[in-house]
């Protein structure tokens, strides 16, 4: 028995797939996964007449335009000078799609089109040093390792993969293990999302292959980047919920086929940490099931992750966050006995609350996990590198299930004007000075400085909400920049934004809504409208009621995909305060914002709007007061209140129709 035959033996002991098994698995797909089966198939009748559209939940740089070949691929093809393109046309994830129909048709088309690529590729670009650089980039050569060998095993035991297909199969999984292996940026990779999915690749392959010089290598590599890139509170540190999924996903398919292999290339501790991963992805999802759109991410729903976790981690929460059934992926994955042992699997209702990621920057506040939840996300941490925005006091907010406030996406990696505006301070929910950037962009991965985020403090407290937060990005103006945001209800949120230091300068508000919101002013008031609730928006500084102005503003939820939605800007000079409130109506309620004095008791006097901020908000019968102190309480400046409710605090707040005797203090 030759080394080839040797190989193949164990790829399909450990790898293949049973045909009885192959059919219970279809079975399952058909009874519960139509809508991902349904795009898996067209996947699969694309890529076998060599035509590509990249829109499966997980493509990296989804496209928008059908690009087809007549005859033979152009494995370097640019579409639109998009080098994405060539990255994603050569991570080759559709032929796990080619492989997917195979099994649940039985048709050898795919199997054909599988091997006419596959070979193709091989003559074309396995000598690395006459290939296209790009098709060899060591992220794309992680990524097409994992998915030719989860491809290969759907089609094992095809009479169509014959010896010559073996051979060249594993001569070329060689030359991907010995490049991975020879990284010459292993410092980038020791930090980088893409260091963990390049020796990801290089993991699966030291089995599949298996030499232990390219496991030791990679299991080494796997074991920094859990402690060096993953923050205590289990995000990845580039401040991007996509590539945190991604990176995510690749240490699940490393504990995946180790369990197959019956290798253990983790601790106890650091398998923690993945489950702590899969925890933070659980908290960073919308009431629609989507990761949050921070930074370079897309509006993608992680059900399928949070399944495929919680078959990993055997974890009730983890199922309760994604689908009822093991997701279409996770069957072809886990196979017979991971459905088995999810559907084994008692879901734990998941309690809503406060949720604080001290190290990201971030907090989360929900009513619940059900889909018609109220939500709110604040976030003040670290730029992330290449793919983090400038969103530092970034808010975002949903009303009973529906997107209020939202993220701008990212569209491109281009060096053109879309991704640095995608990018940038003044299109996200961020309070900015003098309209400038705080951290400019040198090109479209490198900021030219990166300021620090500080004073991040959350509270919850007798139903009101904190979030707060400052920044030093605009200290050579004298300003160090903080936002406030009370939410008195989940649905009446005061949005204070403040200089402290010098407030000769201007400072301005942005909020782009969500593109089903309509913004119009009415009887002197600006009002947004949704498909399923209506509000009210007002905005003051120091002086009284501010301009707002209705505006549009880009949003891309997908790469190569952009649109607009309305958009609020506002702005003050020589003043420390500027503030936004929003109160969503209800029904047969009249909704009045006020900015009101601020009483001090002690000295019986009322203190100076460039000190203080007082609002009262009420709704129907019940009426609310906040009140934001600049500076720290005393010298006199202590006991102050509101329509004779008193406290001592920075950050208070009172519900007056519940006739209470002092103010909440959220911050003292």
Partial sequence: MNNTELLWDEFQKHLGYDKDEALKIADFCLKNCGEMMKLVMETADETAENTFLFRLPWDMEATSEVVHFDRKIKWNYVLNEDEEFIFQLNRHRYWISLGQAYRLTGNEKYVKAFIGQLLDWIDENIDIEKADKAIWRTLETGLRADYWVRAMALFADSPLITEDVKKRFFEALLVHAGHLAANPKKGFSMKSNWGVMEYTGLYILSLVLDNEEYKKTAIYFLKMGLHTQIHDDGFQWESSPMYHNEVLAAYLEVLRVA????????????????????????????????????????????????SQSAVIFVDSRLKSGGYKELDFEGAWLFGTKGIETYEKLETTELI??????????????????NEDADFIYFRNGCLGGGHGHQDKLHIELWFEGEQILRDSGRY?????????????????????????????????????????????????????????????????????????????????????????GNKKNELSQHFAFAEDIDLKKEAGELRGKGVKCEFVVKSFDERGEVAQDIVTAKVS???????????????????????????????????????????NLTNETVLKDNEVQGYLISRGEKEYSVMLYKDDVGNGRDLNGIKGVYGIGQTMAASLHKKPEYMTVLRW
């Avoid at 809503?352 to 996990?369: F, H, K, N, P, T």
């Fill in 557 to 599: 939820r997908h790469y190569n995909h952009i649109g607009e939605s309305k958009a609020l800007r506002l702005s003050t000079k020589a003043s420390h305060f500027l503030t936004t409130i929003i109160v969503k109506n209800q029904a047969g309620e009249k909704t009045v914002i006020n900015k009101e004095k601020v009483y």
């Fill in 259 to 306: 369990e197959i292999y019956g290798d253990k290339p983790f601790t106890e501790d650091e398998r923690e940490i993945v489950k702590r991963m899969a925890y933070a992805t659980l908290v960073r999802t919308y009431p629609n099931h989507h990761q949050l759109m921070t930074g370079d991410s897309d509006d993608t729903d992680v059900r399928d992750l949070l």
């Fill in 412 to 500: 491109t990696y281009k060096h053109v004007e879309e991704r640095y505006e995608l990018k940038g301070s003044k299109i996200h929910n961020v309070p900015i000075i003098n309209n400038l950037e705080y951290a400019p962009n040198a090109d479209s991965w490198i900021y030219e400085k990166l300021p620090l985020s500080v004073g991040n403090y959350f509270n919850q407290k007798d139903g009101f909400l904190l979030f707060e937060g400052a920044h030093c990005g605009y200290m050579e103006a004298g300003v160090l920049l903080r936002r406030r945001v009370v939410a008195l209800k989940p649905d009446i949120i005061v949005i204070c934004d403040e200089i402290i």
């Fill in 352 to 369: 809503g609350g406060l949720q604080i990621s001290d190290e990201s920057g971030e907090a989360v506040w929900r009513s619940s996990y």
